[in-house]
């Protein structure tokens, strides 16, 4: 599994790196990594004392690094949120770290997406469990998105 900072940012692939909240400090450290898009899958005020969307907005940007928010909440999914996902991903000029509480919803949405472009299932799940996630909650979803 590609670890850094004791397990902070979990590499998924070479193009996604996922994490659990991160702080604005941790974007220079993502920079440095070469990431050059973070995607806030987190709704704001969902858990006392996370840092604001904006603050993290603030600090991407002071880090030369592009910014997005697709908030996700309990609820699930919707067809908006992976064509967003999609869209940010193809539109990334490199690596992108996406973060929400655990890193659980980035992973689920990264994966929804990708099978909307055409990865395999089967793929997708290899790589998620790699890093520690376990997409068979989504399963069905992704093959359904895959046309599989």
């Not at 996922?18 to 973070?38: N, S, Y």
């Not at 376990?134 to 895959?146: S, V």
Request: net charge negative; proline share 5%.
């Amino acid at each position: 599994m590609g670890c850094y900072r004791a397990a902070m940012f979990r590499k998924i692939d070479d193009s996604i790196l996922v994490a659990p909240q991160i702080a604005v400090a941790d974007l220079a450290e993502a920079a440095a990594l070469g990431v050059t898009l973070v995607i806030n899958n987190r709704p704001d005020e969902e858990e006392a004392g996370q840092p604001a969307g904006d603050s993290i907005a603030a600090a991407a940007a002071a880090a030369g690094l592009g910014y997005t928010a697709i908030p996700v909440t309990h609820a699930g999914f919707s067809h908006a949120q992976v064509e967003a996902m999609c869209a940010a991903l193809e539109g990334a000029n490199g690596p992108v770290l996406a973060y929400c509480r655990s890193g659980t919803r980035s992973t689920y949405l990264w994966a929804l997406a990708r099978a909307k472009l055409g990865d395999h299932p089967a793929v997708l799940t290899e790589k998620a469990e790699a890093a520690g996630y376990d997409l068979r909650a989504i399963r069905p979803m992704l093959d359904a998105l895959h046309g599989a």
